[in-house]
């Protein structure tokens, strides 16, 4: 090592501001991403520059408390945001160098018509990334429920947002009750994109006792909604399987995660009426339903009523002629009825005179007067001729028999028959 006269660090910072100095330009044009940014009085930033997102050169800057003001309000006009951890920018600075605090750059102005390319261009990009993905509308092709009253809220309990939509949830004027969940979740900062996807998350395991999702957040400045033109949230909300309202800032805020969800609501206080007039809607859906059905009973009753009178008109007629042919047949019948009555009568005094007759000759009779009936063999005997000796008769009285044997026979003069005795 050469022998040579060593120098303080104060000496050596001395030599380094006196080259940068000199071989440095007054001024340049330079574009950085806001790493941090602390406001004392003074505007002091962290910049870097990233590949992908690995950092590959870091420095520190400052805006002078008497150009900050005129800087700030310039950049938030012309860009609806405020500068913001996360946003890239293009400045004009000068470098500076101190002997104690070191390299600095020194910002004088920015151009705010950079940052909003820059912003739009992040922008387009996600959305066509998403789009590719079929990511985009898939949130959105999940059917409305007819009845969202369980709902999962991503948000921050402490947020204004979050208690405007629940004032006017429970002070609906219709008394609707709603059953709401809250999924806590950090709605701004450096934190906040990793805080909604795990609240979105957690909100997606518990779908199956929620009818719908919900994502609020009150009004803020832009910067306070960069974290909503996220991918990670875009593609949590495009995954969820309930529908999710997104209620974001103010009306005039459209953000990536608006552009995925089911629905947008212009505020968080619009979020609650979509969700109010949806079961406000299904009611009168019902009452319509209602009112039309009991007009359909109606008619169909009025329509059946004439059918029926109609119905009991024709028969009556068919019933009054079918009685009067009836009545006409009965007549008829009747006097034939009449008139066979007569002849049963007179066949019924034939019939008794021709039973007398016949008593009158009936065997039992004419045994009841003394004669008897003589049988051989079974066969009556008429003529004493048709008997021999030795014949077993059988005698046949009114009361009784008697059995015989023929040991002579007599005949009749009256028959020309041999007498014989018995």
């Not at 997102?53 to 870091?58: G, I, L, M, N």
């Not at 520190?60 to 800087?71: E, F, L, P």
């Not at 995954?239 to 103010?250: A, C, E, K, Y």
Request: net charge positive.
């Amino acid at each position: 090592m050469t022998r040579r006269k060593p120098l303080s660090l104060y000496e050596l910072n001395q030599l380094i501001r006196s080259v940068i100095d000199t071989a440095l330009s007054d001024t340049f044009l330079v574009t950085a991403e806001i790493a941090s940014l602390t406001v004392k009085n003074h505007c002091y930033l962290s910049l870097v520059d990233k590949d992908d997102d690995t950092v590959r050169a870091e420095m520190s800057a400052v805006i002078w408390a008497n150009r900050y003001k005129t800087v700030k309000a310039d950049f938030s006009a012309a860009t609806g945001i405020e500068l913001a951890k996360g946003i890239k920018i293009l400045f004009e600075a000068s470098v500076t160098f101190h002997e104690r605090y070191g390299i600095k750059l020194n910002i004088l102005d920015i151009d705010p018509s950079y940052t909003i390319g820059e912003l739009a261009l992040k922008r387009k990009a996600i959305l066509e990334r998403l789009t590719k993905e079929g990511l985009i509308d898939k949130n959105r092709k999940l059917e409305f429920p007819l009845v969202p009253q369980r709902i999962g809220i991503i948000s921050s309990s402490s947020a204004a947002g979050y208690e405007d939509m629940m004032t006017h949830l429970i002070n609906n004027t219709y008394g609707y009750k709603f059953d709401c969940r809250l999924y806590e979740a950090t709605m701004q900062g450096d934190r906040a994109e990793a805080s909604i996807v795990s609240a979105l998350k957690q909100c997606a395991r518990d779908a199956s006792g929620l009818d719908i999702a919900v994502i609020v957040r009150g009004g803020g400045g832009r910067a306070d909604l960069i974290c909503f033109d996220s991918y990670e949230i875009a593609k949590a909300i495009a995954n969820m399987p309930l529908p999710v309202i997104s209620g974001i800032g103010h009306e005039r805020d459209i953000t990536v995660c608006d552009e995925t969800a089911n629905t947008r609501a212009k505020t968080p206080t619009a979020a609650a009426g979509i969700l109010i007039t949806a079961i406000k809607d299904y009611e009168d859906r019902l009452d319509s339903s209602a009112r039309e059905l009991v007009h359909g009973i109606n008619r169909a009753a009025s329509g059946l009523k004439e059918g029926l009178a109609s119905l009991t008109k024709t028969f009556e007629n068919s019933v009054r002629n079918e009685l009067v042919n009836s009545y006409h047949a009965l007549s008829t019948l009747m006097t034939g009825l009449s008139y066979a009555g007569k002849l049963i009568k007179i066949e019924k005094d034939q019939l008794r005179s021709r039973e007398s007759n016949i008593n009158h000759l009936n065997p039992l009779n004419v045994l009841k007067r003394g004669f008897s009936i003589t049988y051989n063999n079974g066969k009556a005997i008429k003529s004493a001729s048709e008997i021999k000796s030795g014949d077993r008769l059988q005698t046949v009285l009114y009361a009784g028999e008697i059995n015989s044997s023929v040991e002579s026979i007599k005949k009749t003069g009256r028959h020309n028959e041999k007498k014989s005795e018995l």
